[in-house]
């Protein structure tokens, strides 16, 4: 099967030996994204998790953007939080992005993120037309 790296500058660049994603089969795959700031990834992260999962969703458009899809063709996310207690908060944003047919979703605690990130989500999606 062929596959294809998708790159934008739109996005942080990888920060490690990965792509932000990658399309096989009509799908794309998303690297999970951390609340970095594209055109300065040295820039401290924002302070709540409103403002990083915004930032996130920002970058995983581009991503989707850069492959020839977008947010509404994605069908799978994985949220990744360093303190559950902030669900709810990070929600509330996450449902701005997904008014309708949201992806399936899976959503798990972990000790820590990169850069000290509160928040990482990556996403499957089919593109335009698919």
């Known amino acids: 099967m062929n596959t294809q790296v ?9 920060i490690g030996p990965y792509s932000q994603g990658k399309t096989v089969g009509g799908f ?7 609340p970095l700031d594209p055109k300065d990834a040295s820039k401290p992260l924002p302070a709540s998790i409103q403002e990083q999962t915004h930032q996130v969703f920002k970058s995983l458009a581009a991503i989707l953007e850069a492959a020839g ?9 994985t949220v990744f939080m360093s303190d559950l207690s902030e669900f709810a908060a990070m ?3 996450y449902a701005q992005y997904f008014k309708q047919s ?5 959503t ?21 037309g698919g």
């Open 6 to 14: 998708i790159a934008t500058p739109n996005a942080p660049a990888a």
């Open 28 to 34: 794309i795959f998303t690297a999970g994204q951390i």
């Open 69 to 77: 899809s977008d947010l509404a063709h994605v069908v799978k996310t």
């Open 91 to 93: 929600n509330e944003v």
């Open 102 to 106: 949201p992806p399936a979703r899976s």
């Open 108 to 128: 798990v605690q972990v000790s820590a993120l990169p850069r000290g990130a509160r928040i990482e989500i990556e996403a499957i999606a089919v593109a335009k």
